[in-house]
């Protein structure tokens, strides 16, 4: 089985174009990012709190996909924006059906 890893690079502008509370992000796609492409949500939020993270699929599809931090989502993480690792595996419900982890700033699978 050969190993991919992508680097986590955090997107200069909103990956999300709209705030989505519920699972329609699957269907949406950024082609015109780079895969592996992250960004923290919200970074506008009064009390500069990091509450999740979208990411541009790392295989190349485009798809968009957030996960929640705790204790608003199930997802944890080591707080650390430059190299995030993320404590649970990441996946895609739909499309491509990736799945991964983000370790230490970098996409694997
Ligand atoms: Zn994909």
Request: net charge positive.
């Amino acid at each position: 089985m050969i190993r991919h890893t992508t680097l986590a690079v955090v997107s200069p502008e909103p990956i999300m174009r709209r705030r989505i509370a519920t699972f329609d992000h699957d269907l949406m796609f950024r082609r015109d990012l780079n895969a592996g492409n992250i960004r923290f949500v919200p970074l506008d939020d009064p009390v500069n709190e990091i509450r999740g993270m979208t990411y541009v699929c790392p295989c190349g599809c485009g798809g968009v996909s957030h996960v929640i931090f705790k204790p608003y989502g199930d997802f944890s993480w080591n707080c650390n924006v430059n190299k995030p690792t993320i404590y649970q595996i990441l996946y895609r419900y739909v499309g491509c059906k990736w799945i991964g982890e983000l370790i230490n700033g970098e996409f694997i699978w």
